[in-house]
């Protein structure tokens, strides 16, 4: 059961306009969310979280909203450059058997278009 | 949808000794398996990539005799740290990437977090 969810594969957005991009998840026990961007041949970097308590968190062009009521985050990223290119993965993090655990959504890859 | 498992969750080990890491794919066939170790910035580092039929490529700077990785069969993927040192200490994560997704069909292990005393 795939309990984070990145329902979209791809996505095509023009150079200056706003990239969304969309995360789903099912445990509401989740209690931070993490998105990070990869690219070819390297580990994933962390991008920007969220804890639970908020709704929106940004950093410079990067805006992530959370909607607890109906368990969906997303990434906006605005103005979008063709170097945000990527694939985008979402993750979430749970407390247990005295750990952390990180699940991650499959990756939506972005591509900006000059 | 695909599924893959991690475990242990956490591990607490004494120096010197040996840990093995697990990664499954419950329901699909991993072509590819990569680790990754996370960083205090949060960012994963790839550690090694293994293919299947073939033994693991490891990035520059990753120790191949330390960081055993074994991709025994097309759903099982193992990490051995081996004379662990409390530097070892860290989160290590695996993905896979299976045989009929396009490259950005990922899925990751839930990682495992190795504490060495």
């Known amino acids: 059961d795939q309990q984070v969810k990145q329902n979209s594969p791809s996505l095509s957005v023009q150079e200056g306009r706003i990239s969304i991009l969309n995360c789903d998840y099912t445990?509401?026990?989740?209690?931070?969310f993490l998105w990070y961007k990869k690219y070819p041949a390297e580990g994933p970097t962390f991008l920007i979280s969220i804890s639970s308590i908020k709704d929106k968190n940004e950093d410079g062009r990067f805006t992530v909203f959370l909607n607890k009521s109906a368990k969906h985050l997303s990434l906006h990223i605005v103005p979008s450059q063709p170097g945000d290119s990527a694939v985008y993965f979402c993750?979430?993090?749970?407390w247990g058997s005295g750990t952390y655990k990180y699940i991650f959504g499959t990756g939506t890859r972005l591509k900006v278009l000059a | 949808g695909a599924v893959v498992s991690q475990h242990p969750s956490r591990v607490i080990c004494k120096s010197g000794t040996s840990v093995k890491i697990e990664c499954r794919s419950l329901?699909?066939?991993?072509?590819?398996m990569f680790w990754y170790r996370q960083f205090p910035k949060k960012s994963l580092m790839l550690m090694a990539t293994s293919n299947e039929g073939s033994k693991a490529t490891y990035e520059q700077g990753v120790e191949k005799d330390k960081f055993l990785i074994n991709h025994a069969s097309l759903t099982l993927s193992t990490l051995t740290v081996t004379s662990a040192h409390p530097e070892d200490s860290s989160f290590y994560i695996c993905?896979?990437?299976?045989?009929?997704?396009?490259?950005?069909?990922?899925?990751f292990g839930s990682g495992t977090r190795l504490t060495v005393v």
């Open positions: 993750a979430a993090s749970v």
């Open positions: 445990n509401s026990m989740f209690d931070y």
């Open positions: 329901d699909f066939q991993a072509t590819t």
């Open positions: 993905s896979a990437r299976s045989r009929t997704e396009s490259n950005y069909g990922y899925t």
